[in-house]
């Protein structure tokens, strides 16, 4: 009976072998990967020395033959990396045995990484002229609602700078381009996003000097540090309160608009009583000018809130611009959503 | 990591406090709740990654492929056909352009590269949010060639990461024993095999029987039990140079093996005389600890991932339940209460649920508890399912069902709320599924 077992054992791995050519190596060892951050801007030119390695490397290990043999020694394997010229600076962020979450944390010391990182040096300058180019071309928009977005870079430059700024510039992701409309520091971001809109704003600024002349009460006028602009009070807004009745009408038209391009975060469901409130702040013509999650402190530690805050956000400026009335923007200059998730799933 | 996280997203938002004002909150006048929206998988686009060396074509574009049936077999994603794309791959070079990429309505992005690098490959990319612009997530991994698809499951962790929320578990394995045979003489083998089912390979020949295979928390070795000599015993195999020692020696019977989760130690079965009672094995030093004494059948011990508490398997109140007790074998309770049979329980590497397999109404469930035996429930319904298994994320389990009109036993993924279950690929029939960590 152990030989028939045998026998048929025999059987099923001849068949095996045919059909799968699967063989019973001994389990090939996997090396540990060796990891590193990606800036956001691709270094490309700056990479293209080590392209040259390429040439230098023609060696044609790469058929499996190489790495069958490589299997004992992982370790080793793992030394192997050394070939990549950058290996040293990245390994502290690349050991990390978790893929990503370790990963990023050594972000901070990234900045010294080789040539990829150096973009963290060159931010500005480099940056600038990359990004541009695509804008321009956005420019002949095309008829369609969603082409509309991309007509207004300004706005969303800026509104990405305010939204942005608490998600990613977290991370290292210091690249150049990202780096000036990411605004990791806030500070350039800034700048730039104040020339970029300043047409724009600079309308708005007009027509709310107005109201503000007209309604001006109490001494609130005070514009917020230099950028008033930006942040145009909304005092005058105040004043002409709309009636509840157009404040429904109002919600009405946001959320039939809004929750047609919110894709929820299916990974999020299950979690109980999960709510994220966004404020945003929109453009007369109903693009997000700005994006702000209130509950900033959940933001920053629970991820799922996190992702589930980032799909709002990613929903408005997909659904923008808004089609909103304009003659009352003053009441919808400002929107707080809030965006239920169980609610939402259990409907 | 979770401070990290919160630290840098507090400078983040100081930062962008101190360079854009905040939005005039006291004056927001209209607040709309969102109480719909799209219960759909997101759109994502993953690129063909551009390359620069005419052999790495394939490459190229194999790895993007994998990333992408690891993102769309959780079924969060769905993935938007690259003939679809607006850039190539070399135009996705730098920054892409958003606008032409929201047009085909992506949300999000993955482009990336793949080069030489000395005898192996670096393999880059980066995730995009195709809405506000951002740059999600980017790495770079240096390997061998040959693990060239260890890449394309790294990448599918970090963006599953990144955009659920959740752990990863894509760059994973699965051990588990394969049948073939008629029933009076099954074939068990040993086999292993990526999570998604490549690399499939058998470490043993199937002239012994084994049975449950478990990973150590490293990922590295496996241990389980195998008839030698016709008669079981423990063995730990270390994966990486195949060699395989025998633990023990045990006073009786020992079976159902599991790792702590530091790897130094084990908790058993060991059978003496029909009673069945659980001790703890010190890998080091080989010192085997007793943790209960009681003429009920006690078996399937498993740790909590703080190694404090541990879960197990009697039938001391009549039929097998689920218990719980101290580390030391001290504060034996009660976790379920329900009726039916159960077995094999399993403890979530996250620590908020206990799956188990349970037999009740005639029909076999996998089902999930919380720990302090709340929520208690099942999660699927067959002839026959069993052997629970955790991905390392916590959210996902593995498990073995039989088809008794095909004939079949199978491997099947499935969420923990019960959603998404799906066949995984095996040559031959299957059981007893583990589910390593993420590998290193």
Same mark, same amino acid.
């Given at each position: ?7 048929s ?7 095996l072998a045919l ?10 060892p996997?090396?540990?990967l060796v990891?590193?951050?990606?800036a956001a ?10 392209a ?11 058929e499996?033959?190489?790495p069958?043999? #490589? ?8 030394a ?8 040293p ?16 944390p050594?972000?901070p ?15 500005t300058?480099?940056?600038?002229p990359?990004?541009?180019?695509p804008?321009?071309h ?5 008829p369609r609602?969603l082409?509309a977005?991309?007509p207004?870079?300004r ?6 700078? !305010? ?8 991370p290292?992701?210091v ?5 000036v409309?990411t605004a990791?520091d &806030?500070?350039? #971001?800034?700048v730039?996003?104040?020339?970029s809109f ?13 109201e503000r ?5 109490a001494?609130r006028?005070?514009d917020?540090e230099? /950028? ?5 009070p909304?005092e ?11 404040? #429904? ?7 039939d ?18 709510r994220?409130? $966004? ?10 000018? +700005? #994006?702000?999650?209130?509950?900033r402190?959940?933001?920053?530690k629970d991820?799922v ?6 799909s709002?956000?990613?929903a408005?400026?997909?659904?923008a611009p808004l089609?909103l009335?304009?003659e009352?923007y ?5 929107i ?6 169980e609610?939402?799933?259990s409907? | 990591?979770?401070?990290t ?15 854009l ?9 209209l ?5 719909r /929206? ?14 620069d060396?005419p052999?790495?074509?394939?490459? +190229? ?5 994998v ?7 959780s079924? %969060? ?10 850039e190539?791959?070399?135009?996705l070079?730098? $920054? ?6 929201r ?7 993955v482009a =990336?590269?793949?080069?030489l690098a000395g ?18 997530a980017g790495?770079?991994y240096?390997?061998p060639?040959a693990h060239w698809?260890r890449?394309?499951h790294r990448?599918?962790?970090a963006?599953?990461?990144?955009l659920?929320?959740?752990? =990863?578990w894509?760059?994973?394995?699965i ?6 045979g008629?029933?009076?003489r099954?074939?068990?083998r040993l086999?292993l095999?990526?999570?998604?089912? +490549?690399?499939?390979? %058998?470490?043993?020949?199937?002239r012994?029987?084994?049975?449950t295979?478990r990973?150590?928390?490293d990922?590295?070795r ?6 030698? /000599?016709?008669?079981p ?7 990486? !140079? ?16 599991r790792y702590?989760p530091d790897?130094?130690e ?8 029909g009673?069945?009672d659980?001790?703890r ?21 498993g ?8 879960v197990f398997?009697?039938?001391r109140? &009549? !039929?097998p339940q689920?218990y ?7 504060g ?10 159960y =077995? ?8 908020d649920?206990?799956a188990?397999?349970?037999?009740r109404?005639?029909?076999?469930h996998?089902?999930v ?12 319904r067959?002839?026959?399912?069993e052997?629970?298994?955790f +991905?390392p994320? =916590? ?12 004939? !079949?036993?199978?491997l099947f ?5 019960g959603?998404?279950l799906?066949?995984?690929?095996t ?9 390593s960590p993420?590998?290193?």
């Open positions: 009976m152990r030989r028939a077992l045998a026998v054992a025999l059987l099923h791995l001849a068949a059909l799968a050519r699967l063989g019973f190596t001994p389990a090939p996997s090396p540990p990891v590193e951050l990606v801007v691709p270094e490309v030119e700056p990479e293209a020395p080590p040259d390695p390429v040439a230098t490397a023609p060696r044609p290990p790469r499996e033959a190489a069958p043999p #490589a299997p004992p020694a992982d370790e080793t394997a793992a192997e990396p050394p070939p990549d010229p950058s290996p600076a990245t390994p502290p962020p690349a050991e990390s045995p978790p893929p990503i979450p370790e990963a990023e050594p972000p010391p990234v900045s010294t990484p080789t040539a990829r990182t150096p973009a963290a040096a060159a931010p300058p480099e940056a600038a990359a990004p541009p180019p804008r321009p956005t420019a002949p928009a095309v609602r082409a977005l991309r207004a870079p706005p969303r430059a800026a509104a990405r700078a !305010t939204v942005r700024s608490p998600s990613p510039p977290r290292r992701p690249r150049v381009a990202e780096a409309r990791p &806030g500070v350039r #971001a800034d730039q996003a104040e020339d300043e047409t724009l704003l600079r309308s708005v600024e007009r027509l709310e000097r107005r002349a007209e309604e001006r009460r001494g006028g005070r917020r230099a /950028g008033r602009p930006r942040t145009a909304l005058a807004v105040g004043a002409r309160r709309p009636a509840p009745v157009e404040l #429904a009408r109002l919600q009405r038209l946001v959320e608009q809004v929750y047609r391009c919110w894709t929820i975060p299916l990974a999020a469901r299950g979690i109980r009583g999960l994220v409130l $966004v404020r945003f702040e929109l453009t007369p013509d109903g693009r997000v000018r +700005a #994006a702000e999650i209130v509950d402190a959940r933001y920053g991820p809130f996190r992702i589930v805050a980032e709002a956000i990613r408005v400026r997909r659904c089609r009335p304009r009352s003053a009441a919808w200059r400002t707080e959503m809030n965006f239920d998730l609610r939402a799933l409907g | 990591m979770t401070t996280f919160a630290r840098r997203t507090v400078l983040a938002l100081l930062g962008a406090g101190a360079g004002s905040a939005l005039p909150r006291a004056f927001a006048q607040r709309v709740d969102i109480t /929206g799209r219960v759909e998988p997101l759109a994502i686009a993953v690129a063909p990654f551009a390359y060396a052999e790495l074509a394939r490459l +190229a574009r194999d790895i993007p492929d990333t992408a049936a690891d993102l769309e077999s079924g %969060f994603f769905r993935r938007i056909d690259p003939r679809a794309h607006p190539t791959p070399d135009e070079g730098e $920054v892409p352009r958003f606008d032409l990429w047009r085909i309505d992506a949300q999000a992005l =990336g590269r793949v080069r005898a192996g490959l670096a393999v880059e990319f980066r995730l995009w949010d195709v809405f506000t612009g951002e740059h999600l790495f770079r240096v390997l060639r698809r890449a394309a990448i599918a962790d963006v599953y990461v990144r659920t929320g959740e752990g =990863g894509f760059d994973t394995r051990a588990y024993v394969a049948e073939s008629p029933a009076t099954r074939v068990k086999a095999m990526d999570r998604d089912g +490549a690399n499939h390979r %058998f470490l043993t020949d199937g012994e029987l084994v049975m295979p990973f150590a928390p990922g590295r496996l241990v389980y039990v195998a008839w030698r /000599g016709g008669r015993g423990i063995f730990e195999r270390d994966l990486e !140079t195949g060699r395989e020692r025998t633990l023990g020696p045990f006073p009786g019977t020992a079976f159902a093996p702590g790897g130094s084990l908790l058993l079965t060991v059978a003496v005389r009673n069945s659980l001790y094995l010190d890998l080091a030093t080989g010192r085997l600890t007793r943790l209960t004494d009681h003429p009920a059948i006690d078996t399937s011990p740790y909590d991932p703080d190694a404090r508490r541990i398997n009697s039938d109140a &009549g !039929t689920l719980l007790m101290d580390r030391d074998g001290g034996v309770r009660r976790l379920t209460f329900r009726p039916g049979r =077995g094999s329980p399993v403890w979530s590497p996250r620590g649920w206990i188990y397999s349970v037999v109404g005639g029909y076999f996998i089902g508890v919380r720990p302090d035996g709340a929520d208690d429930r099942p999660i699927t067959s002839f026959f399912d052997s629970p298994s +991905a994320n =916590g959210r996902i389990l593995v498990f073995a069902r039989q088809d008794p009109v095909r004939d !079949t036993r199978r993924t499935i969420g923990v709320d959603s998404g799906r066949e995984l690929p040559p031959l029939d299957a059981v007893d599924p583990d589910w993420l590998l290193p």
